[in-house]
T-cell receptor, first 110, second 111 residues
Framework: DTAVSQTPKYLVTQMGNDKSIKCEQN?????MYWYKQDSKKFLKIMFS???????INETVPNRFSPKSPDKAHLNLHINSLELGDSAVYFC?????????FGPGTRLTVL | KQEVTQIPAALSVPEGENLVLNCSFT??????LQWFRQDPGKGLTSLLL?????REQTSGRLNASLDKSSGRSTLYIAASQPGDSATYLC??????????FGAGTTVTVRA
């Protein structure tokens, strides 16, 4: 009965590869986010979608492209992976005043 | 740009002691402030949310205060237990819906 789920949980890949992380929520919330948590534990917002429309796009390289096929899904595709992309990526939803986070995807780029 | 700072970065206390975790933010024009708990390798769990018009929120052994004018919030955890060991993150929401996080305070409660 997971509210916000992400797949995969772990992702290890070589530099230069293209990979995707998927996020699904069953809460019926309109707004979804992607966050990146770096090695220093700072969580930074990357993107926000509301009803499949992009509303926040922080200064993120063009290699990162979010896609929202429907209100319940927000996927993150990353092209030409670099070492600095290694981090934990969190998907989250927003309802009222609170945010609800997924379990995270730990991406390691070798 | 909102900057959120949490002090201390790490804290180790014996079981039963009260915990005091501090959070400060640079822009007082906030919508609300949320405290999260993060366990190793896990996602974030929301603990308490304080609206900008509120001074404090309580849930069980947890109490969070907010002083918007001075840009500070404090999370108190009474009678700490080993199960309270985790990283506690403070996050401030601005009116453009962006959530700015601190780096967290890693708490270890020794049995």
């Amino acid at each position: 009965d997971t509210a916000v789920s992400q797949t995969p949980k772990y992702l290890v890949t070589q530099m230069g590869n293209d990979k995707s992380i998927k996020c699904e929520q069953n809460l019926g919330h309109d707004t979804m986010y992607w966050y990146k948590q770096d090695s220093k534990k700072f969580l930074k917002i990357m993107f926000s979608y509301n009803n499949k429309e992009l509303i926040i796009n922080e200064t993120v390289p063009n290699r990162f492209s979010p896609k929202s096929p429907d209100k319940a899904h927000l996927n993150l595709h990353i092209n030409s992976l670099e070492l600095g992309d290694s981090a934990v990526y969190f998907c989250a939803t927003h309802w009222g005043n609170e945010q609800f986070f997924g379990p995270g995807t730990r991406l390691t780029v070798l | 740009k909102q900057e959120v700072t949490q002090i201390p970065a790490a804290l180790s206390v014996p079981e039963g002691e009260n915990l005091v975790l501090n959070c400060s933010f640079t822009d007082s024009a906030i919508y609300n402030l949320q405290w999260f708990r993060q366990d190793p390798g896990k996602g974030l769990t929301s603990l308490l949310l304080i609206q900008s018009s509120q001074r404090e929120q309580t849930s069980g052994r947890l109490n969070a205060s907010l002083d918007k004018s001075s840009g500070r919030s404090t999370l108190y955890i009474a009678a700490s237990q080993p199960g309270d060991s985790a990283t506690y993150l403070c996050a401030v929401r601005s009116f453009d819906y962006k959530l700015s996080f601190g780096a967290g305070t890693t708490v270890t409660v020794r049995a």
